[in-house]
């Protein structure tokens, strides 16, 4: 499946494919991420399945270095998928989600359900995306 650019609310959000290349270095990120973001949207949804198991492991400082650069580049990050293993295996982790969502840039969301809830205005009711291959 390919990456897939939709919009939610009016605001335009690209979908990144779970079955595309891993991000596992703050490189992979530039390329495949914020690369692909570039002049189309501001806001990445990435499936958990498409990170490398280092950046739930927050010694390892990649999931800082990944979140820098999209704070970096005024990309926001989504990542979009069951957590539970990784956070039953890290308070920090746990403190990291918890304080990322309350945040506007980084956001741990369930589903792209979430994501079309928390980019609806006030009192308005999540929309289905309407959504388009990307190309990319």
């Not at 494919?17 to 570039?38: N, R, S």
């Not at 501001?42 to 990170?51: G, M, S, T």
């Not at 005024?74 to 308070?91: F, N, P, Q, T």
């Amino acid at each position: 499946m390919a990456d897939l650019l939709v919009e939610h609310h009016g605001v335009p959000v690209l979908v990144c494919a779970a079955d595309g290349p891993p991000v596992a270095t703050e490189q992979d990120a530039l390329d495949q991420l914020i690369g692909g973001a570039f002049y189309r949207t501001d806001i990445v949804a990435v499936p958990v399945e498409r990170l490398d198991a280092g950046f739930f492991d927050l010694r390892t400082g990649l999931a800082g270095a990944i979140m820098q650069k999209f704070v970096n580049y005024r990309v926001r990050l989504v990542v979009v998928g069951d957590l539970s293993r990784h956070l039953g295996e890290s308070s920090a982790l746990r403190d990291l989600v918890r304080e990322s969502n309350e945040g506007r840039h980084i956001w741990f969301l369930p589903d792209l359900d979430a994501l079309a809830a928390r980019l609806a205005p006030a009192g308005e009711a999540p929309d289905r995306a309407s959504a388009k291959p990307s190309g990319g």
